[in-house]
């Protein structure tokens, strides 16, 4: 048996481990805050027509039929409806584009738009 060359010696490389200590709280300072919530709310009048508050539902608020008939119920039976629960800045989005989809051109007497406010929801 021949002699190794000294560049055919295998060397084991160093193996380099680091401790890490766990964390007892979490810093509030980066921890993630949740937005509060606040509910989307429509009202009954009688200028607007079912068949418009479903439209209106399915459009704005991307509700399958289902659910924006049952909405459109309850807002009917009700007198006003939660149909959206989300943070402040997409509430408000929302009621504007209630507020600005204008008449129900299936009405005679609808002259604006149904009735939107948005209100802050109870924090889980």
């Not at 810093?27 to 989307?40: E, F, G, I, M």
């Not at 989005?93 to 939107?116: A, E, H, N, T, W």
Request: aromatic share 4%.
């Amino acid at each position: 048996m021949s002699q190794p060359d000294e560049g055919d010696i295998a060397v084991a490389e160093p193996v380099v481990t680091t401790q890490t200590t766990p964390k007892g709280k979490t810093d509030a300072s980066t921890r993630t805050r949740r937005q509060p919530p606040y509910h989307v709310i429509i009202l009954n009048d009688e200028e607007h027509t079912f068949d418009y508050v479903i439209e209106l539902l399915t459009k704005i608020f991307s509700h399958p039929l289902q659910m924006a008939e049952t909405l459109t119920s309850r807002i009917h039976h009700n007198g006003r409806a939660i149909v959206l629960t989300t943070h402040r800045e997409l509430a408000e989005l929302k009621c504007d584009q209630v507020l600005s989809y204008g008449p129900d051109p299936r009405m005679s007497i609808s002259k604006g738009p149904l009735g939107c406010y948005i209100e802050p929801a109870p924090a889980d």
